[in-house]
């Protein structure tokens, strides 16, 4: 009996050693073959994506991949919006007293161009060390030295903060750019994957897209850092107030291939120990939905940064 308990227990042993160790996916590959859209929420004029308009920080993990392609791949786009500046403090939608009037023209402008790029980050296919910034329909080509961004084994950290005056571009925690900049998005769409608006869609990336955040407000160096240093990015033991300024998070952190790519941010404030926030933003998901192209398909990926 002692001999027959002891096989069943090595039988048993054995079984467990071949299951495989399934792990959930880390990144979405698109392949230039669908785009990521996070539609303009318009819960109402401070609780939507109008957060880029003044203090943010953005955050986005990508790496390319070796297909071929002759058009030049969108790593995130926001357009439409071509018109000045200002803070709408009491939410009607016009132009008050003691409002930003940028020209001084003493009216609120709401010309719309499709067209218009606000803000974008594209690479170049035939050259695989250089990235364009564009900032109000403006580009700005960079060559970096020992980074291939159409290789699906470096992945990257993208990361973009705005002061409500200037805008400064963070590649791998190195600054590679600053532009004083006032930028207006009220209503545009966030594409990941692609430039484009509700319309029409264009230069799709090719690679893979890993982790998306959005923040209201400019993080500090040392968090900046750790979220390029930690291989497990948005740590779930951060428990200070930073974590009270997480207004968007995207992950593919699935163990099933989705088309609802959910806001999560929720999900790290229920990881704090301690409520030290009023998470009144889980109040307004920013929900993602990932598209593909006619008869094209986007599958997801365990690789990731």
């Given at each position: 009996m002692i001999l027959i308990s002891i096989f069943?227990?090595?039988?048993?042993?054995?079984?467990?050693?071949?299951?495989?160790?399934?792990?959930?996916?880390?990144s979405v590959h698109l392949n230039g073959n669908g785009w990521i859209q996070i539609p303009n929420q318009n819960y109402n004029c401070t609780n939507d994506l109008r957060v880029f308009d003044d203090n943010f920080t953005f955050e986005i993990y990508f790496s390319g991949d070796n297909k071929n392609t002759n058009s030049a791949g969108t790593i995130f786009s926001l357009t439409g919006k071509q018109t000045e500046n200002f803070k709408d403090s009491n939410c009607n939608g016009e132009l008050d007293e003691n409002e930003i009037?940028?020209?001084?023209?003493?009216?609120?402008?709401?010309?719309?161009?499709?067209?218009f790029v606000v803000l974008a980050v594209?690479?170049?296919p035939t050259v695989n060390n250089l990235l364009s910034f564009y900032i109000n329909d403006i580009e700005n080509e960079i060559l970096f030295e020992d980074k291939n961004f159409n290789s699906e084994d470096e992945f990257h950290l993208l990361q973009i903060t705005s002061n409500g005056?200037?805008?400064?571009?963070?590649?791998?925690?190195?600054?590679?750019l600053s532009l004083k900049a006032d930028i207006m998005i009220q209503g545009s769409d966030l594409l990941i994957g692609a430039r484009g608006n509700q319309h029409?869609?264009?230069?799709?990336?090719?690679?893979?897209?890993?982790?998306?955040?959005?923040?209201?407000?400019?993080l500090s160096d040392e968090i900046m850092d750790m979220h390029f240093e930690s291989s497990d990015k948005l740590i779930n033991t951060m428990q200070?107030?930073?974590?009270?300024?997480?207004?968007?998070?995207?992950?593919f952190n699935y163990e099933e291939e989705k088309i609802e790519i959910?806001?999560?941010?929720?999900?790290?404030?229920e990881n704090l120990y301690y409520n030290i926030c009023a998470f009144e933003i889980c109040e307004y998901p920013l929900n993602a939905t990932l598209y593909t192209f006619p008869g094209l398909e986007v599958k997801y990926s365990r690789k990731g940064f």
């Open positions: 069943m227990l090595l039988l048993t042993a054995c079984t467990n050693m071949l299951i495989p160790d399934i792990q959930n996916y880390k009037d940028s020209n001084e023209d003493g009216t609120l402008d709401i010309e719309v161009n499709d067209e594209q690479n170049d005056d200037s805008i400064f571009f963070y590649i791998d925690r190195d600054k590679i029409d869609v264009s230069n799709p990336w090719s690679g893979y897209i890993d982790e998306v955040r959005l923040w209201n407000d400019i200070d107030s930073s974590l009270c300024n997480l207004v968007g998070l995207w992950t959910n806001d999560e941010k929720c999900n790290e404030a």
